[in-house]
């Protein structure tokens, strides 16, 4: 489960994310939350912020209002133009950017 490389491509969870932490985040924080991404390298730095946190699990990806992709095993197969949403479970994150970050 820890293990990038082991996860199927029709995974539904990340390798840090399973059943038992969804269930108990859930519990703890039943919030949906969403980041707004500007391109692909933010996408992927606000991802991985997300995946290491223990207090929230990416979910989807927003794409219009009305239309949402579930996160396969290898977010980088996400076409990313700048106006979508990663939508998560759990505490709201102050998430920076990754051109933030980087100052």
Same mark, same amino acid.
């Given at each position: 489960m820890r293990d990038p490389k082991l996860n199927s491509e029709q995974a539904l969870f990340s390798h840090t994310d399973d059943y038992i932490k969804l269930v108990n985040l859930a519990r703890k924080h039943p919030e949906i939350n969403e980041l707004t991404v !500007? #391109?692909?390298? #933010?996408?992927?730095? *606000?991802? &991985?912020t997300l995946n290491a946190s223990e207090n929230s699990v990416p979910l989807f990806v927003k794409i219009l209002a009305n239309d949402i992709q579930i996160l396969p095993a290898d977010p980088t *197969? @996400?076409? @990313? &133009?700048?106006?979508? !949403? @990663?939508?998560?479970?759990g505490q709201k994150l102050n998430v920076l950017s990754s051109e933030a970050s980087q100052d």
């Open positions: !500007k #391109d692909t390298n #933010d996408f992927l730095h *606000q991802l &991985s *197969q @996400i076409s @990313i &133009s700048g106006n979508e !949403k @990663i939508v998560y479970l």
